[in-house]
């Protein structure tokens, strides 16, 4: 589905986006200055009749290598020196709006078109490396209970009231960004909640936003085959946490990077912690696994977390804070927060398809972790409950940071009693080396852990579930895609849900099961 813009669109001259940019990058204009734009697209299929064609540099191709394609759609075009070169070759005679650095100013031209500033949204912008997801969905759900007209932008999808748009990335390009802050201001939406990678606050993606209130999670190895360095990682998401992007925020400081951001962020914050000082402080219940108090300054909040595992604690405790932060009562959040989030690929059960059969077969759950920390987070959750077998399937994305993958095996044999190893996206990469980083880690550990190579990851699934059955009270866990439904490999992307797959295993078992027993 396309990203919806707001209608009856604004016009805007090239003269009114000139002045709102044009201290940044050597911004100028070729070409007639009163031409109108009503819009703004990055990319070339997308751009409609009177919009500002964004021809950006990209990894393997200039945008203005499109430009004829759009001149009979586009008003006019955004690019810098290469790209007009590239216009002028093509013989395209639109006006443009050049800048040394587009992809800079992108932000800025598409708040200026949309009047995304308008009647905006109260905005909350979460931000970590683990726990995004699941925080803005608590928050979101809660938000509905308490009769909030919200949105929601994020890995899973984008939310506007009950209008659904599957998410294409975690935080969508500048100019599709600005279109649904202003779609929602003008459906009166109240509140906006969203996750900003650490892409998008280096790529310019959420330019021109000021959030009222920023989540800082938590920092693990991630990304470094983008960011190169954790010094680099963390640099990116300390740029939320600045006057041109927040107001204030609230970061967890469990661990040492949290610790330095609240000790660094040039914005007013709040901490939280369970373990060490804070401003808020979370008190475990020990006669209840699920409650916990969080106490602050003048304040106490009894609250109880419907997600397995300890940081879902810590994720529902700093959802309760964003609440409070926005000006939601503390009665309101203990009720609100109460709220069944549904996070799709989160820590997700799946069953057989008939209610009859769920007690007959192991525990299943689909989560997106992965991360080393996030494997070692989930099965630390799974492990308390799990009488018999704990059994993990995972394997590694393709083309990204390839130096979590000997963790992740890792972090699977110490947290697991039986680990398959199978493939995720594997992209352009050769799955068979993804695996051997993946199972190396695994193996340097020893012990007496399980652990099978199975390339196909349906097969795996069905592997998981296997094991799992040999032993009574056991749990099978999914990890790495989660939510997603379709599977990279080799630039092909076929449809893949884990959910299903395991779904089908449990039905498989429980249809073997009913063989051997007639």
Request: aromatic share 2%; hydrophobic share 40%.
């Amino acid at each position: 589905m396309a990203i919806p813009r707001p209608t009856p669109p604004i016009r805007t001259g090239l003269h009114d986006l000139l002045h709102a940019v044009s201290a940044l990058h050597g911004a100028r204009v070729i070409g007639d200055p009163a031409t109108v734009v009503t819009g703004v697209a990055l990319d070339s299929r997308q751009v409609q009749p009177g919009d500002l064609y964004a021809a950006l540099p990209g990894a393997h191709t200039h945008g203005g290598a499109y430009a004829a394609a759009v001149a009979d759609r586009a008003a006019a075009i955004l690019t810098d020196p290469a790209g007009v070169a590239l216009v002028t070759e093509q013989g395209v005679s639109l006006p443009l709006l050049v800048a040394d650095d587009p992809r800079a100013v992108l932000g800025e031209v598409s708040r200026v078109v949309y009047g995304s500033d308008r009647s905006r949204p109260t905005m909350i912008g979460v931000t970590g490396t683990n726990g995004k997801t699941t925080t803005a969905h608590l928050i979101a759900s809660a938000l509905g209970a308490l009769g909030r007209s919200h949105g929601l932008i994020g890995t899973v999808e984008m939310r506007i009231g009950d209008e659904r748009i599957t998410s294409v990335r975690t935080t969508p390009e500048a100019c599709d960004l600005h279109a649904l802050l202003a779609v929602m201001g003008r459906r009166g939406t109240n509140v906006c909640v969203m996750e900003v990678s650490s892409h998008a606050l280096v790529q310019h993606r959420v330019d021109g936003v000021v959030y009222d209130v920023a989540l800082f999670m938590n920092l693990s190895q991630d990304h470094l085959d983008y960011h190169g360095t954790m010094e680099a990682y963390f640099a990116a998401k300390a740029r939320l946490f600045t006057p041109e992007r927040a107001r204030r925020g609230v970061v967890c400081v469990e661990d040492d990077w949290g610790r330095r951001l609240a000790a660094t962020a040039r914005v007013p914050v709040v901490t939280l912690s369970s373990t060490g000082d804070a401003d808020w402080r979370i008190h475990r219940d020990p006669a209840d696994a699920e409650a916990f108090r969080l106490a602050g300054p003048g304040a106490e909040l009894e609250l109880r977390t419907l997600l397995p595992g300890d940081f879902n604690i810590v994720n529902t405790a700093m959802a309760a804070l964003a609440l409070l932060e926005i000006g939601v009562a503390g009665r309101d959040v203990e009720r609100a927060i109460l709220t069944d989030p549904r996070v799709p690929g989160r820590m997700e059960p799946v069953a057989p398809t008939s209610p009859d059969d769920r007690g007959t077969v192991p525990r299943a759950v689909v989560d997106y972790a992965h991360t080393p920390d996030a494997v070692t987070a989930v099965l630390s959750a799974l492990r308390p409950t799990t009488p018999g077998r704990l059994v993990v399937v995972l394997g590694a994305g393709g083309e990204r940071d390839r130096a979590k993958r000997p963790a992740m095996g890792r972090a699977a044999v110490l947290g697991a009693d039986a680990v398959v190893v199978t493939d995720d996206n594997p992209r352009s990469e050769l799955p068979e080396d993804i695996r051997a980083a993946v199972l190396s880690g695994a193996r340097a550990v020893g012990g007496r852990t399980v652990l099978r190579e199975v390339p196909d990851r349906a097969d795996a699934i069905r592997a998981g579930v296997a094991l799992a059955a040999e032993v009574p009270g056991s749990t099978v866990a999914v990890l790495g895609k989660g939510h997603e439904t379709t599977q990279d490999v080799g630039g092909d992307r076929r449809p893949f849900d884990d959910r299903d797959h395991l779904q089908r295993a449990l039905d498989d078992l429980v249809a073997a099961r009913a063989g051997q027993t007639r």
